[in-house]
């Protein structure tokens, strides 16, 4: 059985005291939960979140790194930065990184591979854009964001990556995918793992869906086969909402 997982993603939003007194509550409400709990915040929340988490079930995560160690690359986080402060997660080549920041499918690659020698957990994101999705390319193109996304990694490094399926075009309109929909895409990137590295290792990867995931639409997504949790950008900055959606 896989482990339900529910990421937040704060993207560019929450200042230190704002993280503090959210993660306060939040930790409140979640002490019984069963499902992995996962915050991913900006770097200036990163320490004061990783404080404010310790001792509750609540896990820390970045949003982005770089893949090397350390070097001239001014403005730059490395893995050893973020796993030196106790971060254990990472978000890699989330669709807004891949549109506004060059992020292509080699560096999302170099990304997952550094996090892993660094011992961070990868959360990669993958997904079709609505042009995509009209041309009827939804499937080659996850598939293959996938298949890229996992090159060269170890089973046990396979096993472990966290796969977020975000169709672009659900992310932050209010539009969510049918539970249908995504579980039926998060079905072909489970056949496409499985296709590369057989069976066992792709019963194992988690996939989570993420688009305009709210209250009001978890319980079903989560209902579906093969969707694990959620990736949850706007309304993971509710407090009342992230835990009815963590509740699911
Ligand atoms: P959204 O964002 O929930 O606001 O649509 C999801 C994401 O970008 O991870």
Redesign the pocket.
Known sequence: MRKRVIAG?W?MNMLPNEAISFIEQLSNKVADAKEEIVLCVPYTDLFYSLLTAQNTNIKIGAQNMHWEENGAYTGEVSGPMLKSIGVQYVIIG???RRQYFAETDDTVNKKVKSAFKYGLKPIVCVGETLEQREAGNTKEIITKQTQLALDGLNANEIENTII?Y?PIW????GKTATSEDANNSIKEIRNKIKEIYGEEISEKVVILY????KASNAKELFMTSDIDGA?????SLNVEEFTKIIAG
């Not at 993420?210 to 995931?213: A, M, N, Q, R």
């Open positions: 993603n993207k989330h669709s807004e977020a975000e659900a992310i932050g309109t993420g688009g305009s995931v990736l949850v950008g706007g309304a």
